[in-house]
């Protein structure tokens, strides 16, 4: 059974700084892309970032650029996304996710994800 499991998640000052991982189990995703996408209360989900297989290329939503690094670690089947200078908008439900595909490029369509972990909740105070 394949299973991606947030965690990290938390409460923050604004400005503050939290690192949310995904563990991934029941197959390797060594070989996939994967994204980090956020849903805040009354919004749609939206992608925040992703990463190619073997990490090299980093792609992230303009809102969180120059905030935010993902990365992964192969060996350990885990995503991270670093999270710095965080803003009260950043507030939402945090979601890792499996490309359907190996592919050379991540997408930043939610429906080309095949696996999602459950979410994990950050909220940043102003």
């Known amino acids: 059974q394949v299973q991606l499991v947030e965690s990290g998640g938390g409460l923050v000052q604004a ?27 009354g919004k749609e989900r939206e992608f925040v970032a992703a990463i190619n297989w073997n990490g090299g290329s980093t792609y992230y939503a303009d809102s ?3 905030r935010v690094t993902i990365s992964r670690d192969r060996a350990k089947n885990t995503v991270y996304l670093q999270m710095n200078t965080m803003k009260p ?38």
Request: aromatic content about 14%; glycine content about 12%; hydrophobic content about 30%.
């Open 89 to 126: 908008e950043d507030t939402a439900v945090y979601y890792c996710a499996a490309d359907r595909l190996p592919r050379r490029r991540p997408p930043e369509a939610g429906y080309e994800y095949a696996y999602w972990g459950q979410g994990t909740q950050v909220t940043v105070s102003s």
């Open 15 to 41: 400005g503050g700084s939290l690192r949310v991982s995904c563990a991934a189990s029941g197959r390797t995703f060594s070989s996939y892309a994967m994204g980090w996408f956020r849903q805040a209360p």
């Open 64 to 66: 969180v650029k120059g």
